[in-house]
């Protein structure tokens, strides 16, 4: 996979339009994450894992606090998908919204700092 290819496959939430993002869609961002993750990270055993991942995980990490849960995405997703519509403070709603636009940055960076299809041929 290379990194030119990301920007053709990003979910409409890796471009900004989180800031008016539903609950439901960031239930969707976070039980979507695995997936993300694995697509952008590859196939790179033997690889270093990208320093962004801590990032990622730091962000996953503040996610749980606000929602007293686990930094699992399912158990996230979950825990959003638990509030009912008319029970969400804005200003958590808010947090959750801005971590989950700098999970689809972190993605991004974690898929361009991965290793490349030129690498297997060494």
């Known amino acids: 996979m290379t990194s ?25 961002v976070f039980r979507s994450l695995p997936r993300r993750f694995r697509e952008a990270h590859g196939d790179a055993s033997g690889h270093p894992v990208p320093a962004a991942t801590n990032e990622l995980d730091e962000r996953l990490a503040e996610a749980g606090q ?11 997703a979950d825990a959003v998908a638990a509030v009912p519509p008319d029970e969400w403070n804005d ?3 808010a947090r959750l919204r801005e971590i989950a636009l700098d999970l689809g940055r ?3 960076q974690i ?6 299809d030129d690498d297997d041929d060494r």
């Open 4 to 28: 030119s290819t990301v920007p053709d496959r990003a979910a409409k939430w890796q471009h900004g339009d989180m800031t008016t993002a539903s609950p439901g869609d960031l239930s969707v």
């Open 66 to 76: 606000l929602l007293a849960t686990s930094k699992d995405p399912v158990a996230l």
């Open 91 to 93: 200003a958590t709603l």
């Open 106 to 108: 972190l993605l991004r």
């Open 111 to 116: 898929s361009a700092d991965g290793p490349s």
